[in-house]
C-alpha cells in the first residue's frame, strides 16, 4: 500500500479546551435555535412546524377523514426531524390537548390523555387532522411564496424555514421549553384581546406597555381560575421576566344539616397533570397533621365537563380560613414564572409584550408584500395572455392561414413573434404583409397555439373580456395595496377581524388584586395525655382517664408509658448517639384499641439502623441533668436544656470508633451508679464523680476494661435502693458493693 504523504498534512492541531468549548457552544446553540425555543414569527418550535407542514402536505385538512397519529409521526420523521417518534407525537399531542392550549392546533380523535395527568393512547390507536383555525391562519398561503423554504436533513425534501402565521400564537399557546442555560415560560393569552393588541399597534405603533394591557390585560388560562396579582403584571410584561400568581376558584355549597362544601372548580395552569393527585394528598395531610380538623370527607369528581373537588366540611367550619389555609399550605394557590424568551432574528431574545407584537406583525407585512407580490405576477401573466388572445381573436384568419401555411411550429411561432414570414406559404400578399407585422410575446404565441377553437363563440369571447376586466382590477387592487403600507395594513386587519369574529371565546382567567391568604392557627387546648408505645414501635396517645381505665392491660402490652402534655415533644435516644424529636400532636389520638402509628413514619428514627435506648417527653428532662453512658463506659451528664432545639434530630452524643450508646436517663435522687461489664466486673462509683459536659463531647472514662470487654448494663441508686442482679446464678446486691473512684478497674463477680 503507498503511503499518502499529505495524510499528515490533513491533521489539524488544536488545544484542547479550545475545541470542546467550541463543541459546545455549536451544541448549545443547535438546542436553543433548532429544538427548544419558539420563533417569535409563528410561535412554533421545529418540532411543531415540521409536524404541522407534514399534515398539510399529507392533505389532512380539517374536513377531511382524520388520519393515524402513527402514520404523521413516521411521515414527519422520515422527511424532517429525525429526532425519535416521542417527541414528535409528544409535540402532536400536546397541540391537541385543549387543557393546556389556548387554541389547539390539531384535531385528536382517540384517548389524547387527561388534565389529571393521563397519557395518551399509543399513536397506532390515535387519529388527528388540522384544526380550522390552523389551515386557515397558520397553513394558508404556502402555496404563494411567502416563506422560505430550505432543505430538510438529508436535502431530498424542501421544509418552510416558517410557517406563515397570521395570528400571533407565541401570545395565544405561549409555550414552553428548556434550553441550554436558559428557559422560556410564556403564558397562554385569550385569542379576541391578542387579536385587538395587535390591531391597536398597527394603528398605533409608538403604542405603550400600559396602553397595550388596556387590550391584553394578562394571561388567559385555558383552566381558568383567578391571577391575584394585577398590580405586578405591568412589570411582567414590559419585561417580559417576572411572577404571576395563580389561585384555584373555590365555591361554597350548602349541604344537609347545616354542613358546608367547599367545591374546587377551577384550578391553577401550574396544577395540571400529575399534581392534581399531589394536591388531594396535601390536603389529605392538613387533615392527618390536624392543621385542619374542618374537613370531614374529600372526592375527586373531575370529568370531561371539568374540574370539581368536593370538600365535605364539618357543622360550624370558619369557611375564609379554610380557604386562606388551602391558598397557603397547598398548590391551589402558585406561581407562575414567566420568561417570555424566543428566537428573534436567529438569536435567543427575552421580550415584553409590545416587541413581541412588534416582530409578529412585521412578518405580517413580510408575509403580505410577498404574497400580493406572487399575486400581482400571476395576474399580469394572465393579463398578458388574455390581450394575446382578445388580439388573435380580432386577427384569426390571418393566424388559421399562417398556421396553414407553416410547415413546422418553429416557422408558425417566428412568424407570430416577429413576422418572419419566409418559410409560409400564403394565400395572398396582403396576408403576407399583414403577417410580417404581427409581433406577440412568447407567452401569448404559446397561448394562442393551444387556444381551443370553441374560444371564438361568442359568450366565450365575452367570458374572455370579461376576465380580462377582473384581471386589470386586481392588479389595480394588488398595485395599490403594496404600493401603500396602510392599504396593505387595511386588508391584514379585516383578515384579523375576520378571525376573531370566527374564533373568539369568552375569558376563562379572572383578573384581580387579592389579599396575601392568612392562617389564622387556632389555640391548642393544653391537656395531659399519656403516650404507650407497644415493643413493635407502633405509638399513639390516649387520654389519663382512658389509661387509668385500662391500666393493666396498657402496662402489659407497652414497652414505654408518658405522662406529658398533648403540647409537649417525645425525646427518642438510640445507639448510635442521635435524638429523634416528635411532637405530641402528630401521634394519632384516641381509642385504647387502636393499634398506633410506627415511630419510623412519623420521625426520622430507623427501625432498621438504629435501637430505642431511652424515650422520654422533652418538659421532663429540659429541666434536670441527663446521664449518658457507652458500651467503651464513657460517661456524662448533660443539661437537659441541650435538647430543646428545632431540629428534628441531633447527635445528643459524641461516640468513638465502634462505640455504642447503651444508656440515658434524667438524673433526679441517685447517689451512685454502677457499671456491669460482659466479664461480670461491677464497679460503684459516685455520681458526682462525672463532670457535666456538652452535648458534643465524648465524655470521661467511667470504669477501665479489660480486653475484649465492654460495659453491658448502667444502674442508678440512692441510698434507699435495693437492687439484686443474678450473675451465674447468684444475685450480687448492687447497694451493698464498695463506692470506688472513678476510671478504676472494677471487681469480678
Known amino acids: 500500500m503507498e503511503y499518502d504523504m499529505n495524510q499528515e498534512e490533513q491533521i489539524i492541531r488544536t488545544e484542547y479546551s479550545e475545541l470542546m468549548q467550541k463543541s459546545y457552544i455549536d451544541y448549545a446553540m443547535s438546542v436553543i435555535i433548532a429544538r427548544a425555543l419558539p420563533d417569535v414569527r409563528d410561535g412554533l418550535k421545529p418540532v411543531q412546524r415540521r409536524t404541522l407542514y407534514d399534515m398539510y402536505e399529507l392533505g389532512i385538512r380539517y374536513d377531511k377523514p382524520y388520519r393515524k397519529c402513527a402514520r404523521i409521526v413516521g411521515d414527519t420523521m422520515g422527511k424532517y426531524h429525525p429526532h425519535g417518534d416521542s417527541s414528535i407525537y409528544d409535540a402532536l399531542v400536546v397541540m391537541a390537548q385543549d387543557f393546556k392550549k389556548g387554541l389547539p392546533l390539531v384535531d385528536g380523535h382517540g384517548n389524547f390523555g387527561s388534565i389529571e395527568g393521563d397519557g395518551a393512547a399509543a399513536m397506532r390507536y390515535t387519529e388527528a387532522r388540522l384544526q380550522k383555525i390552523t389551515q386557515e391562519a397558520y397553513l394558508a398561503d404556502l402555496d404563494k411564496d411567502v416563506v422560505n423554504f430550505v432543505p430538510n436533513f438529508d436535502e431530498t425534501e424542501k421544509e418552510p424555514e416558517v410557517l406563515p402565521v397570521k395570528v400571533p400564537n407565541l401570545l395565544l399557546n405561549g409555550a414552553e421549553g428548556i434550553a441550554v442555560g436558559m428557559t422560556t415560560s ?75 362544601r367547599l367545591v374546587i372548580t377551577e384550578i391553577p395552569y401550574t396544577m395540571i397533570g400529575a399534581n392534581i393527585g399531589k394536591f388531594l394528598n396535601d390536603i389529605y395531610n392538613l387533615v392527618e397533621t390536624k392543621k385542619t380538623s374542618d374537613i ?14 368536593v370538600l365535605e366540611l364539618k357543622k360550624g367550619a370558619d369557611i375564609e380560613n379554610l380557604k386562606n389555609l388551602l391558598y397557603k399550605k397547598t398548590k391551589l394557590e402558585d406561581t407562575f414564572g414567566v420568561n417570555m424568551l424566543a428566537v428573534a432574528d436567529g438569536k435567543p431574545e427575552t421580550m415584553g409584550i409590545v416587541p413581541i407584537i412588534r416582530h409578529h406583525v412585521n412578518f405580517q407585512y413580510e408575509l403580505a408584500t410577498r404574497k400580493y407580490q406572487t399575486l400581482l405576477a400571476k395576474e399580469r401573466d394572465k393579463k398578458e395572455i388574455q390581450e394575446g388572445l382578445i388580439k388573435a381573436t380580432d386577427v384569426i384568419d390571418l393566424i388559421i392561414e399562417i398556421l396553414r401555411g407553416s410547415k413546422n411550429v418553429k416557422d408558425a411561432r417566428a412568424c407570430l413573434t416577429d413576422g418572419i414570414t419566409d418559410n ?30 370553441q374560444k371564438l363563440i361568442g359568450l366565450e369571447l365575452e367570458a374572455l373580456l370579461k376576465d380580462h376586466d377582473e384581471t386589470l382590477k386586481n392588479i389595480a387592487k394588488y398595485e395599490d395595496i403594496l404600493g401603500s403600507r396602510a392599504a396593505m395594513a387595511k386588508v391584514i386587519i379585516k383578515e384579523l377581524e375576520n378571525f376573531k369574529k370566527e374564533y373568539e371565546k369568552p375569558r376563562k382567567t379572572v383578573i384581580d388584586n387579592l389579599e396575601e391568604a392568612v392562617v389564622e392557627e387556632k389555640k391548642i387546648e393544653e391537656m395531659d395525655v399519656v403516650f404507650l408505645m407497644d415493643r413493635f414501635g407502633y405509638a399513639k396517645t390516649v387520654d389519663v382517664a382512658t389509661y387509668e381505665r385500662n391500666k393493666e392491660a396498657a402496662n402489659t402490652e407497652n414497652r414505654y408509658i408518658l405522662t406529658c402534655k398533648n403540647t409537649d415533644k417525645i425525646c427518642i435516644f438510640t445507639n448510635k448517639g442521635q435524638m429523634h424529636l416528635l411532637k405530641v400532636l402528630d401521634l394519632p389520638y384516641g381509642k385504647f384499641r387502636d393499634k398506633g402509628t410506627p415511630i419510623d413514619n412519623l420521625s426520622n428514627y430507623n427501625s432498621s439502623e438504629e435501637n430505642f435506648v431511652y424515650i422520654t417527653n422533652l418538659a421532663a428532662i429540659s429541666r434536670s441533668q441527663v446521664l449518658f453512658g457507652t458500651k467503651s463506659a464513657m460517661l456524662k451528664v448533660v443539661d437537659g436544656s441541650e435538647f430543646d432545639v428545632a431540629k428534628r434530630t441531633t447527635a445528643a452524643t459524641k461516640l468513638n470508633e465502634g462505640d455504642e450508646l447503651i444508656f440515658v436517663q434524667a438524673l433526679t435522687l441517685e447517689e451512685t451508679l454502677v457499671m456491669q461489664s460482659e466479664k461480670d466486673f461491677f464497679l460503684r462509683i459516685d455520681i458526682s464523680s462525672i463532670p457535666e459536659k456538652k452535648k458534643g463531647a465524648v465524655g470521661v472514662r467511667g470504669m477501665k476494661l479489660g480486653a475484649g470487654d465492654a460495659l453491658t448494663a448502667i444502674y442508678l441508686l440512692n441510698v434507699e435502693d435495693s437492687v439484686n442482679v443474678e450473675v451465674k446464678g447468684k444475685e450480687v446486691a448492687l447497694n451493698r458493693l464498695r463506692t470506688a473512684g472513678r476510671d478504676t478497674k472494677g471487681t469480678k463477680r
Open 186 to 260: 410564556i403564558p397562554p393569552h385569550n385569542f379576541g384581546e391578542v387579536i385587538d393588541g395587535v390591531i391597536a399597534y398597527m394603528k398605533d405603533p409608538d403604542i405603550n406597555t400600559e396602553q397595550m394591557m388596556q387590550y391584553i390585560p394578562g394571561p388567559d388560562f385555558p383552566t381558568g381560575g383567578i391571577v391575584a396579582n394585577k398590580d405586578e403584571l405591568m412589570a411582567v410584561y414590559s419585561t417580559g421576566m417576572g411572577k404571576i400568581k395563580i389561585r384555584g376558584k373555590v365555591e361554597v355549597e350548602k349541604g344537609k344539616g347545616g354542613k358546608d
Open 296 to 309: 370531614v370527607d374529600i372526592t375527586n369528581q373531575s370529568s370531561k365537563e371539568g374540574i370539581r373537588i
Open 424 to 453: 409560409i406559404n400564403f394565400k395572398s400578399e396582403q396576408s403576407k404583409r399583414e403577417a410580417a407585422k404581427l409581433r406577440f410575446t412568447e407567452r401569448q404565441t404559446t397561448a394562442i397555439l393551444e387556444m381551443r377553437l
